[in-house]
């Protein structure tokens, strides 16, 4: 809380003397949050679907992860009025699994690793109004890395020894995003073409990681097509309603043979179709509720099957502003659980045509944020 407070008081005095003709801070935003993943375990059969909610008993904890997350824009007034976005992400994963077997048969759980993963992304961008058409042109680039600690005799996942990377991805993105807001609904759509590059156990939206290719790496080029839209059911004093809609297509083509074929690599795209809803209750001295419904339904074209998710989430969060000469600070402390998250993966090639498991997950977070004025 100390460093998160004097990240935003530094904020505030760097934004202070800033001249409305100079590169200035418009917006920062710190999130601390904790999750804690559980499943209704079948301890008689490490293969079972996993599904119904179990509660939170110790036995059924499947992991635990601490984030930290820092975002922002800096509006670059020296730089022909461009914005650049920037976001920072960090993840610690302890998980849970079968450590080993009882004297009378059953599987024993506990902590079974423990890994870490990082994601940073920078946007430059030059938003232009012409009319009721919102645009912005952008080239970005998002960094992501993943590493875990393994037993240096085993080689196994382990909750002591070193940290080894796992893999790395790096996305080169540019192309404009046009959108438009008609009668309190919003529509927008992106077109970026893509470099990517990928090892390890990453794929950066590919069909298939690096480590799926003989040289345990791959490089390439992309499209993404990505269309959006939300807005407003109703709003009323009983709250309000609203709805999303994203329609994501990430073609990527990428370099090498395959371990598993000896054959190059086929073209895919990903697709990714999410649908949802979510109600706000009205505020009340600052503290609010939502209820969150959502399915997202994801495939790779170059392969078989498809995953759909579908999920419930309730949220009980408080929201504060507190102006200050330069804007205003905001806290957002917030509980939130899902009661349920089904993942059903399909694929008719595999023995068990579909899988299905279901997971609970809890999570307490705090945001404090700045908008300058």
Do not use: C
């Amino acid at each position: 809380m100390k460093k998160l407070l004097g990240l935003l008081a530094l904020t505030v005095a760097v934004s202070g003397v800033a001249s409305a003709d100079q590169d200035v801070l418009k917006d920062i935003k710190v999130v601390n949050e904790a999750r804690v993943y559980s499943q209704d375990i079948d301890k008689n059969d490490t293969q079972s679907n996993q599904i119904g909610n179990g509660g939170f008993k110790k036995e059924n904890l499947t992991g635990v992860k601490w984030r930290k997350l820092v975002s922002g824009t800096l509006s670059l007034n020296d730089e022909l009025g461009l914005e650049l976005k920037f976001l920072a992400r960090h993840d610690n994963h302890a998980e849970r699994g079968v450590t080993g077997t009882s004297p009378t048969g059953k599987f024993e759980y506990g902590k079974s690793g423990i890994k870490e993963a990082w994601e940073t992304n920078l946007e430059l961008g030059k938003p232009v109004n012409i009319g009721a058409l919102e645009t912005n042109t952008v080239f970005g680039w998002t960094h992501k890395s993943g590493r875990t600690k393994l037993n240096e005799l085993t080689g196994k996942a382990s909750t002591k020894g070193k940290y080894y990377t796992t893999g790395e991805s790096n996305v080169l993105y540019l192309g404009p995003t046009f959108g438009i807001s008609v009668l309190g609904q919003n529509i927008s759509t992106t077109l970026q073409a893509v470099y990517f590059s990928t090892n390890g156990g990453n794929d950066a939206d590919y069909a298939y990681s690096g480590k799926d290719f003989q040289r345990g790496k791959t490089e390439g080029y992309g499209i993404n097509a990505d269309f959006a839209t939300d807005g407003k059911i109703f709003e009323s004093e009983a709250g309000k309603l609203g709805y999303y809609v994203g329609l994501n297509h990430h073609l990527r083509d990428g370099g090498g043979k395959l371990v598993a074929t000896g054959k190059e690599a086929k073209s895919s795209v990903y697709l990714d179709y999410v649908v949802g809803a979510t109600y706000t209750t009205p505020s009340l001295a600052g503290f609010y509720g939502q209820l969150n419904v959502e399915n997202e339904w994801e495939k790779h074209t170059a392969k078989t099957g498809y995953t759909n998710n579908f999920s419930l989430w309730t949220n009980l969060g408080y929201k504060a502003g507190i102006e200050t000469p330069v804007g205003e600070v905001s806290i957002n402390p917030y509980l939130k659980y899902k009661p349920l998250h089904r993942e059903s993966v399909y694929n008719k090639h595999d023995a068990n045509k579909r899988v299905t498991t279901e997971t609970n997950e809890l999570r307490a977070g705090l945001g404090i944020g700045l908008t300058v004025k």
